[in-house]
């Protein structure tokens, strides 16, 4: 009988405020897993999904996972005829701004390339695992893909063909990531945004991402934190999340060292220097949403730098 492997690849937080589709990190503790079974000679298919309440597809053109595993077995070049039987756990809400679906496409093209014997260098895998991502979302977001396949800090210096910047990731940085109970099609939260900018806007984050890269580079965390300013993205997206000034407001006079949102929406992060700060952030974020009538849940974690992983 095949070995059935299991695979994890984790949630991310993409944009980093100002640095909207260029740099994302990956978050420990949530996550998507697969399981994988050399099945020869049946191509890539789809057992089963659990953990989505019955909403994604099954169908193995449709699914970032199936999707995933196909794009990585042509991009390794695995021998004709290799198939994969794959079956989905998703640990990670829909929706939700975690990078669910870059986590979907990472976990089936890990898993195949594994199976192949050829999951490194990861590298070869990223433009497999955004055109996979294309399938659900219409574009890729590789400041999703990049962190849950390599781990870490990564900033996209292009798209098409996909080039990433892997940067340092302070093991101290704590972050925080307030969940409501909401949740935003990441399509309708990019038709909201602004097709051109004020010069002005461009400037003020430009600005705040460069400094936010020497930041990581320096592991200066307040430097981090307060280059988290985005003039662009977060001003348009926040209407579209309940109570998001407020709970931001909160979370800075906490101690946060800065607040945005993750991804498109509704969840958002928080970035703290120790435990105690972010299990007070964690609690008025909650609380926050609470008065509002909302219910949410707070992670906290820290940067994964493993990424797409063999679980043991
Ligand atoms: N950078 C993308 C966006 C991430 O903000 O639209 C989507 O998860």
């Known amino acids: 009988m095949s070995e059935t492997i299991t695979v994890y690849a984790p949630a991310t937080i993409a944009n980093l405020g100002p640095g909207y589709d260029i740099i994302g990190m990956a978050v420990t503790g949530l996550g998507d ?3 994988a079974t050399l099945a020869d000679g049946s191509g890539v298919t789809l057992d089963a999904i659990t953990g989505d ?5 099954l169908d193995p053109t449709l699914n970032t996972t199936t999707v995933g595993a196909r794009r990585a077995l042509e991009a390794i070049e695995a021998p004709a005829g290799l198939g994969v039987r794959l079956t989905l756990h998703k640990g990670l809400p829909l929706g939700s701004g975690l990078g669910s679906s870059a986590a979907s496409a990472v976990v089936g093209a890990f898993a195949a390339a594994t199976l192949a014997g050829r999951a490194e260098p990861r590298l070869n895998l990223l433009q497999a695992c955004c055109d996979a991502e294309k399938v659900a979302a219409g574009v890729a977001h590789a400041d999703n893909v990049g962190p849950s396949l390599l781990g870490g800090v990564v900033l996209i210096r292009r798209y098409n063909p996909v080039e990433v910047v892997q940067l340092p990731a302070p093991e101290e ?7 409501p109970a909401w949740s935003i099609s990441t399509r309708e939260a990019r038709e909201v945004l602004p097709r051109k900018v004020p010069l002005s806007d461009a400037v003020a984050n430009s600005g705040n991402v460069a400094a936010m890269i020497a930041g990581f580079f320096r592991g200066d965390l307040e430097l981090i934190g307060r280059s988290m300013e985005d003039t662009i993205v977060e001003p348009v997206r926040a209407p579209l999340i309940p109570a998001f000034l407020k709970v931001k407001r909160a979370a800075i006079e906490a101690g946060a060292l800065g607040c945005s949102i993750s ?11 120790d435990d105690a700060t972010a299990r007070r952030v964690a609690e008025v974020m909650e609380r926050t949403w609470s008065a509002e009538g909302i219910t949410s849940k707070a ?8 990424g797409a992983r063999v679980m043991p």
């Open 173 to 179: 940085l704590r972050l925080v990531i307030g969940m």
């Open 263 to 273: 991804g498109a929406g509704p969840a958002c992060f928080a970035l703290a220097h």
């Open 299 to 306: 992670h906290i974690g820290r940067i994964d730098t493993q």
């Open 53 to 57: 309440e019955g909403r994604l597809p």
């Open 33 to 35: 897993r697969a399981e």
